[in-house]
């Protein structure tokens, strides 16, 4: 099992596992309201966006999945900030239960929508998780987030109901 996250590219990206260094952008793309609308609305305090940071490793250390940090890759190295995508199990309470499932998601700093790298990263995960993990993928979306669920479904993910959860209407994605 994986302890850490390992490190993927593609043409235009790479994909790594988080550091505490990357904590300036963590916190300031969790502090924009553009970015948190469909995300339970709040932006983040640093407090709630250090807990994030910390959370991204344990995942690796006690499940062997989780969260990349994704960067624009500039002449073979890291480049701009560009967000975080990956696999989590979060234990939520929601029915129908997502238990024993990896849950996708993802978050692009609004300055890169369009660009396609929401798309290229996840291809990056889901070809890693084809290859590495054993679990049924899914995703949650609040279903007027359009962008992500048009993402959702290009990457192959089916909408299988509505949910509410923590009092927001959410719809369920499985993948496989």
């Known amino acids: 099992m994986l302890t850490q996250a390992p490190v993927l590219e593609t043409e235009r990206l790479i994909l790594r596992g988080h550091r505490v260094e990357d904590f300036e952008d963590i916190a300031a793309q969790w502090a924009d309201p553009a970015v948190v609308k469909y995300i339970g609305g ?99 979306i609040e279903p007027e987030h359009q962008a992500s669920i048009r993402l959702a479904e290009k990457c192959g993910f089916v909408a299988q109901t509505d949910a509410t959860y923590h009092g927001a209407k959410m719809r369920i994605f499985f993948r496989r």
């Open 42 to 140: 709040t932006p983040s305090t640093r407090e709630a966006s250090w807990s994030r940071l910390l959370r991204y490793p344990g995942h690796w250390q006690m499940l062997g999945f989780g969260y990349w940090i994704v960067f624009e890759k500039h002449n073979g190295a890291e480049g701009a900030f560009v967000g975080e995508l990956g696999l989590a199990d979060y234990q939520r309470e929601i029915t129908p239960s997502l238990n024993g499932m990896a849950e996708m998601g993802w978050v692009v700093s609004p300055k890169f929508h369009g660009k396609g790298y929401a798309f290229e990263a996840a291809q990056a995960v889901l070809n890693w998780a084809e290859a590495s993990l054993d679990r049924q993928l899914c995703c949650i």
